[in-house]
């Protein structure tokens, strides 16, 4: 009884130190960093849950990735939070702490020990590397996979120690739920084959003499299998699921704007994996100068690359030769080399070649190498002082791990603070910069915005979204030609990409190519159906052509998705039913419009022109004067001179 009431004190006091460190989420906002791709500017979540969306979310590959269970995750938040960010943020939290809780109650049905178990969810959940996939909303995906991960381990134990097959097909059924949310994870069938190894021993050879102290009727419980080859075979299923989800990520990467593989040398991609290994290695122990993005470096020198050879092999020897007196070396070693392959850079290079959320799932196979090592060592060699200093030094450790994580997670709180710790990380990360900048454009630090536009492109001319956001940005200044020249820069480097269309739109609008803009509206349909600022500006085509019923349709059907300043749409909307003789629903519109936007001058002369052709003087006079008090002048100046005159008692309301 004593025991399990100290197990329960444990496991509070673990869930209250993440609450703790993590708590702190509930009141961040977004962040520039593919939130939006996922999220806010995403049309197909933003009505939760419909059949539409869920369809889609199995057909999509954006940001080069297949990943249905991921999109349904976010639909979920969307049903259940809408846009508050703060509840996203809450539900990444509680899916990491049932991750803990998950890998816990795992490595203590494998190996028995409850105090080791928890001292590697421990380090799990509060390693400051970490903090990545638990405090940025789009990282759901790390979390999805790598707790399904978990939960395929689970029912495979329970298969190895009962004969029917039900759980065999859950272990299976949640390996192919954890590739539906990040194939990242493809490597699962010989981390099973590890854990085949150690602890479960189903391996033949393995000396009894060696199995698990604290459990030695759980070890015996277990099913055995003559030979490796027949525990490759039992893993047949799991195999194909893999290789079927590999060739899934690799088209998807092509389709969703990925690096393809080949794009890169094979000798390339072999010094950047060596680079990644050794750099979530090192930060795994001295977790400081940590960053959002790191990017990919030009030349590594070559002293790095051998250290990396000599770590991996070092490691790797020392492990082998453990093998048999220390099982969990090998195990837990390879655990980590393994489940860092996929994004290790020697399959597919991309823009990212190392981030701190790689190590989500393969820190599981170091933290037993670290924990079951250092018990070890201590109930070896140690005397009874030595193993409770070193216990209390433990706790030290963890308690300076949590202080750690917590400033790491407080980086996360909004785009500006985020980019502006990376960008002093990381000055030639063209990602860092880019970001900085659309954070300081979004509240109106518009020339410190181009800045770190210029900057990005500096360091990487053919960033695509540098060029894109600095296009937009020169847009907003005024600066026209200039801004066309570099969202068609930016067009060339993406050509499937539907935003970039959009804005181009826009500039050849404002230029007077009403015909270049069409072209560009119709691309950006043709790349993405219904895209909402592309439909919008189709309608101002529309109607500077005369077509003023197809205007209204686009204008509608741009208003129904669109995330936007509605002010220039529902006014366009308006001028389209006005145009067709609709007055009554045009004033509707625009009393909305003026309701959400009352400093929008223009609005207020359209109003007054639609109420004066509608008979009401007295309202269009009204409307007229605000819109005078607003600083609303153009071409429209004699008409409102007209009406102020009126409204004074002269002249007469001919137009001559």
């Not at 979310?57 to 349904?72: I, M």
Request: proline share 4%; with cysteine; glycine share 8%.
């Amino acid at each position: 009884m004593r025991q399990r009431i100290s197990r329960l004190l444990a496991l509070s006091l673990l869930v209250t130190a993440v609450a703790a460190v993590y708590g702190q989420v509930a009141g961040f906002s977004f962040v520039s960093f593919d939130d939006g791709v996922y999220i806010t500017n995403n049309p197909h979540l933003r009505g939760g849950f419909t059949a539409e969306g869920v369809a889609w979310a199995f057909r999509a590959t954006r940001s080069g990735h297949w990943h249905p269970l991921t999109w349904l995750s976010h639909m979920l938040d969307v049903e259940l939070f809408g846009l508050w960010a703060g509840g996203h943020h809450l539900m990444s939290l509680l899916i990491h702490l049932a991750n803990t809780l998950i890998l816990v109650g795992l490595l203590e049905r494998l190996t028995g020990s409850f105090w080791r178990s928890l001292t590697v969810a421990a380090l799990f959940a509060f390693h400051p590397l970490h903090a990545e996939t638990v405090a940025w909303v789009a990282d759901r995906k790390d979390l999805l996979s790598t707790g399904l991960a978990l939960l395929s381990v689970r029912a495979y134990v329970a298969y190895t120690r009962d004969t029917r097959a039900i759980a065999y097909l859950l272990s299976f059924s949640m390996f192919a739920l954890a590739l539906m949310a990040k194939s990242m994870v493809v490597t699962l069938p010989v981390l099973l084959l590890l854990l085949d190894y150690w602890p479960l021993r189903r391996t033949p050879g393995m000396d009894r003499a060696h199995d698990v102290p604290e459990a030695p009727s759980a070890a015996n419980r277990i099913r055995r299998t003559q030979g490796w080859g027949l525990l490759i075979i039992e893993k047949a299923p799991f195999l194909m699921a893999s290789f079927t989800a590999s060739l899934v990520a690799v088209q998807a990467m092509a389709g969703g704007g990925g690096t393809s593989s080949t794009h890169h040398p094979i000798s390339m991609r072999l010094v950047h994996a060596l680079s990644a290994y050794l750099h979530h290695f090192v930060k795994t122990f001295d977790p400081t100068g940590l960053a959002v993005h790191y990017p990919v470096r030009g030349g590594i020198p070559l002293w790095e690359s051998a250290a990396a050879v000599l770590l991996l092999a070092g490691v790797t020897v020392i492990a082998v030769y453990n093998r048999h007196r220390a099982p969990y070396l090998l195990t837990g070693w390879l655990w980590f080399a393994a489940a860092l392959l996929p994004v290790s850079g020697l399959v597919a290079l991309g823009s990212t070649p190392m981030a701190d959320r790689y190590t989500y799932f393969p820190h599981i196979g170091l933290f037993i190498v670290l924990t079951w090592g250092a018990a070890d060592l201590v109930n070896k060699h140690g005397s009874a002082s030595l193993r409770t200093l070193l216990r209390v030094a433990g706790v030290g450790l963890l308690g300076i791990l949590c202080l750690l994580c917590r400033q790491q997670v407080h980086l996360w709180q909004d785009s500006r603070t985020l980019f502006s710790h990376a960008v002093r990380i990381s000055p030639q990360s063209a990602l860092a910069r880019n970001n900085l900048g659309l954070a300081l454009a979004s509240q109106g630090e518009d020339e410190e915005a181009l800045t770190h536009f210029l900057a990005a492109m500096r360091v990487d001319p053919e960033s695509m979204e540098a060029q894109m956001n600095l296009g937009i940005a020169l847009a907003r200044k005024g600066r026209i030609p200039e801004a066309a020249g570099h969202l068609e820069a930016a067009g060339r480097l993406q050509p499937e990409e539907a935003e970039i269309r959009s804005y181009l739109a826009r500039c050849h609008l404002a230029l007077g190519r009403v015909e270049a803009a069409e072209a560009a509206c119709r691309k950006a349909l043709a790349l993405e159906a219904g895209h909402p600022r592309a439909l919008i500006n189709l309608g101002e085509v529309l109607m500077r052509q005369g077509r003023v019923h197809e205007a209204e349709t686009a204008y509608r059907r741009g208003l129904r998705r669109f995330r936007g300043s509605v002010a220039r749409p529902m006014s366009g909307l308006a001028s389209a039913l006005a145009a067709q003789g609709r007055l009554s629903e045009a004033v509707v519109i625009r009393r909305q419009l003026l309701s959400i936007s009352p400093g929008y001058g223009e609005n207020w002369y359209r109003l007054a022109v639609e109420s004066y052709l509608m008979g009401d003087r007295a309202s269009a006079v009204r409307y007229c004067r605000r819109a005078r008090a607003l600083g609303f002048e153009g071409l429209e100046a004699a008409f409102l001179e007209r009406l102020e005159r009126f409204g004074r008692g002269a002249g007469s309301w001919e137009m001559n």
